[in-house]
């Protein structure tokens, strides 16, 4: 899983929870989507994808797209663009973080 971050252009402001859940709306299984985190001001608007692809540039490849498909898919998000999405270049999520690691939260046997 790859963190990813994505900036977008406002056209008119939805509130956070409307971009997240038309975010999740517009993911496919394909996407490998986990978890967003939004934050929308009156000109742009961040946002944090964990990205659950192969390799960093799939991971940033994968949200352009959702991005790009949220936006034209949403009437509320017409006019808006993306213009930045980056995925992190370090290693994916440490096994300790993994949702799918069966020792996720112990420490110890």
């Excluded at 490998?32 to 944090?48: F, N, T």
């Excluded at 692809?53 to 808006?80: F, H, N, V």
Aim: aromatic share 6%; hydrophobic share 40%; with cysteine.
């Amino acid at each position: 899983m790859y963190l990813v971050n994505a900036t977008l252009i406002v056209a008119l402001p939805v509130s956070e929870t409307a971009l997240r859940n038309h975010l999740m709306d517009s993911a496919t299984p394909d996407d490998g989507l986990e978890h967003i985190y939004a934050e929308v001001g009156s000109s742009e608007a961040r946002v944090v994808l964990f990205v659950r692809q192969d390799t960093p540039a799939a991971a940033a490849r994968t949200a352009a797209q959702l991005c790009r498909r949220t936006i034209d898919a949403c009437p509320p998000l017409a006019g808006w663009s993306l213009v930045n999405c980056v995925a992190s270049t370090s290693s994916p999520i440490p096994p300790w973080l993994n949702p799918e690691n069966p020792f996720n939260g112990h420490c110890g046997p």
